[in-house]
């Protein structure tokens, strides 16, 4: 029979915090007992499960970054391929060599400048949210993080709906306009952040990605050029105009 | 057993340190296959990379937290991962028919125990989580702090509660957990 001793003498195990004669007693118990030898490998298992997700959570977020943008790159975007093909079954040589020119051109001019995808990295949407009735908080949280930021943008809307003075919401609201190429509201959002003096750095960092978007590098460069030297954000903020 | 790991255990790695010029490889590399059989079984392209990017995340876990081991070419393990996860998820939500389901299970045997033992813990983290989703506000707040702060002192501290409370309340609320899960019948199958 397990009770709540039981789960508190499995706790202080797994804090060292048995003394010589309970350690006996459980070791005892789980050889003689089978429920118990199953309660106590299934009890470290979810702890140690639960504490690895809790503190990898960052890492994964930061890896599904990245599988989502080589996924889209790999697997999504477009290329001038098919034009190739078909001028090539025309026979015109001519136009395959413009192509191939175009293209290599087009790589080029890909190495040359920035990319925002490069620079776009977002932390993880971690808001408390408490009340009774907060699965729309809960579910625009979730799609944030796992990348779906079309339908993260009406529900973090409507959040910010309901707490305009939210300015992390706002942040994130930003954020996902940013990615859905809603350029000009996402400016706007940035530029009203601004005037916040926590949030001030990462605004501005985020007013350069989205000149960076627009490929207004002058603007990206003006807007980079405004981070506090000892902003958290100062050091991406080089690196960027290093590039530019 | 460091001879049985294979060459392709770079793309583990890569997963590991989020190396995104091997990433870059692995999807160019591997990922054709698995966007093919999608689209041709009711889903599109941007399914598949949902999938792809599922069980990617799945095999990083495993690899981090279990140490996975590859001892058989990442293209079938990947492939059969994918496979299995899509076909489990249309058969999920519809009756739609299913084309070329016996594709390659005979050359998979290596393939298959590693394919065996990542969805094993898959559906072990998805069990644990979704049980822990439903435990009450007021355990999930204190196990979140537990995991996040490692010395239960740190988080008596910062939740103004004696030490002792705190251990109790922390062991409850895992007894409970655990019986949850243990209640499941998912639990049994994973057990055997």
Same mark, same amino acid.
């Given at each position: 029979?397990?009770?709540?001793?039981?789960?508190?003498?499995?706790?202080?195990?797994?804090?060292?915090?048995?003394?010589?004669?309970?350690?006996?007693?459980?070791?005892?118990?789980? @050889?003689?007992?089978?429920?118990?030898?199953?309660?106590?490998?299934?009890?470290?298992?979810?702890?140690?499960?639960?504490?690895?997700?809790?503190?990898?959570?960052?890492?994964?977020?930061?890896?599904?970054?990245?599988?989502?943008?080589?996924?889209?790159?790999?697997?999504?975007?477009?290329? !001038?391929?098919?034009?190739?093909?078909?001028?090539?079954?025309?026979?015109?040589?001519?136009? @395959?060599?413009?192509?191939?020119?175009?293209?290599?051109?087009?790589?080029?001019?890909?190495?040359?400048?920035?990319?925002?995808?490069?620079?776009?990295?977002? !932390?993880?949407?971690?808001?408390?949210?408490?009340?009774?009735?907060?699965?729309?908080?809960?579910?625009?949280?979730?799609?944030?993080?796992?990348?779906?930021?079309?339908?993260?943008?009406?529900?973090?809307?409507?959040?910010?709906?309901?707490?305009?003075?939210?300015?992390?919401?706002?942040?994130?609201?930003?954020?996902?306009?940013?990615?859905?190429?809603?350029?000009?509201?996402?400016?706007?959002?940035?530029?009203?952040?601004?005037?916040?003096?926590?949030?001030?750095?990462?605004?501005?960092?985020?007013?350069?990605?989205?000149?960076?978007?627009?490929?207004?590098?002058?603007?990206?460069?003006?807007?980079?050029?405004?981070?506090?030297?000892?902003?958290?954000?100062?050091?991406?903020?080089?690196?960027?105009?290093?590039?530019? | 057993?460091?001879?049985?790991?294979?060459?392709?255990?770079?793309?583990?790695?890569?997963?590991?340190?989020?190396?995104?010029?091997?990433?870059?490889?692995?999807?160019?590399?591997?990922?054709?296959?698995?966007?093919?059989?999608?689209?041709?079984?009711?889903?599109?392209?941007?399914?598949?990379?949902?999938?792809?990017?599922?069980?990617?995340?799945?095999?990083?876990?495993?690899?981090?937290?279990?140490?996975?081991?590859?001892?058989?070419?990442?293209?079938?393990?990947?492939?059969?991962?994918?496979?299995?996860?899509?076909?489990?998820?249309?058969?999920?939500?519809?009756?739609?028919?299913?084309?070329?389901?016996?594709?390659?299970?005979?050359?998979?045997?290596?393939?298959?125990?590693?394919?065996?033992?990542?969805?094993?813990?898959?559906?072990?983290?998805?069990?644990?989580?979704?049980?822990?989703?439903?435990?009450?506000?007021?355990?999930?707040?204190?196990?979140?702090?537990?995991?996040?702060?490692?010395s239960l002192e740190?988080v008596a501290r910062?939740?103004?509660l004696s030490y002792a409370y705190v251990r109790k309340?922390?062991?409850?609320?895992?007894?409970?957990?655990?019986?949850?899960?243990?209640?499941?019948?998912?639990?049994?199958?994973?057990?055997?």
């Open positions: 029979m397990l009770t709540d001793e039981t789960y508190e003498i499995f706790e202080r195990y797994l804090h060292g915090e048995l003394s010589e004669s309970e350690q006996s007693y459980l070791d005892q118990k789980i @050889v003689d007992d089978p429920e118990w030898a199953e309660a106590f490998s299934l009890y470290q298992s979810v702890d140690q499960h639960l504490r690895f997700h809790k503190q990898n959570q960052e890492q994964t977020e930061q890896l599904k970054q990245s599988l989502r943008q080589i996924g889209n790159e790999t697997l999504l975007e477009k290329t !001038n391929k098919p034009i190739v093909i078909q001028f090539f079954n025309r026979n015109k040589v001519w136009l @395959v060599a413009a192509s191939i020119l175009l293209l290599v051109g087009l790589f080029l001019f890909k190495d040359g400048q920035p990319m925002y995808v490069d620079f776009a990295q977002h !932390n993880t949407m971690e808001l408390t949210v408490r009340g009774a009735n907060v699965t729309m908080e809960i579910e625009a949280q979730k799609l944030f993080n796992q990348g779906k930021y079309q339908q993260a943008e009406s529900l973090l809307k409507k959040w910010l709906e309901n707490q305009p003075e939210n300015t992390e919401v706002k942040l994130y609201y930003g954020i996902t306009l940013l990615e859905n190429n809603h350029l000009i509201e996402a400016q706007k959002i940035f530029k009203e952040l601004r005037t916040n003096d926590l949030f001030k750095n990462t605004a501005q960092w985020y007013l350069a990605l989205t000149a960076l978007k627009a490929k207004d590098y002058k603007t990206c460069e003006t807007e980079l050029k405004q981070i506090d030297s000892n902003a958290p954000e100062s050091s991406k903020a080089r690196k960027l105009l290093r590039k530019l | 057993m460091q001879s049985t790991t294979h060459p392709d255990q770079k793309y583990i790695t890569a997963l590991l340190h989020n190396d995104s010029k091997i990433l870059r490889e692995l999807y160019q590399k591997f990922s054709g296959k698995v966007v093919s059989f999608i689209v041709k079984n009711n889903g599109d392209r941007e399914r598949a990379q949902d999938v792809i990017q599922e069980v990617l995340v799945t095999i990083y876990h495993q690899a981090k937290e279990k140490g996975l081991v590859l001892t058989a070419p990442f293209d079938a393990y990947f492939f059969l991962l994918c496979k299995r996860k899509w076909l489990n998820e249309i058969q999920k939500f519809s009756h739609s028919k299913v084309t070329n389901l016996d594709e390659n299970v005979s050359i998979l045997d290596d393939s298959e125990s590693m394919v065996q033992e990542t969805e094993k813990y898959e559906r072990q983290s998805g069990l644990y989580q979704s049980m822990f989703d439903k435990m009450s506000e007021a355990c999930r707040e204190l196990l979140e702090k537990t995991l996040v702060i490692k740190e910062i939740m103004q309340k922390k062991s409850e609320c895992m007894g409970k957990l655990t019986q949850m899960i243990q209640n499941h019948p998912e639990y049994q199958s994973l057990k055997n």
